[in-house]
């Protein structure tokens, strides 16, 4: 289940036993309702609630009525959670709610109360076992700096292009090159113009292949 509002194109094909169901979190009152039926539709055992702001309290409030166990799962870092996209009292509330919950490292963990330590716990991001090895190349009169994620504000791309920016004079042999796309893009172009590095830093976009880029 997604919020029709925010749904993006899937980067990779879906499994044909996934089913995609679109709800309106515009409105807390009529997501609650619309996520409720979704879930007794399919007679859902257990939500996983990939969410790090206000709309984890939809899920709680969808699936509580029905007896179905809610796992929290936050990705993001606590000082963003709770400084811009929530606040501490209401992350913490919800959290208490959830049956589980999951985090992607032990600093996660570290921020919350201890109560709340003992349901929670620490499944990292997986990454797929290497298909190939990078061969650096000494000679080669350019290096390349890699950056892979999705161009949004969370993800601090800004300070990454104005912290190479800084010191690219001292190490004009290498270049930044950031991959994949996102609402952000058109701003971070325009800083990179800003400073300077067009032949320096490159947004590369999307691509459903990095092992040669890595490589």
Known sequence: VCNKNERKSEAYALDTAIRVHEVDNSDRNTAVRELRAQLQANRADVVVAIYSDAHLLIAILAAAPLGIPVVASEHAHPSFIEGHAWNRPDRLAALLAAAHIHVIDAQTTSSLPHPLREKSFVIANPVPPAQQFAQPNAASPTKRLISLGRLDPVKQFDLLIEAFATVHGDHRDWTLEIWWEGQEK????????????????FLRGFTDNITPVLA
């Open 186 to 201: 058109n701003r971070l172009f325009r800083l990179i113009q800003k400073l300077g590095m067009e032949t320096n830093i």
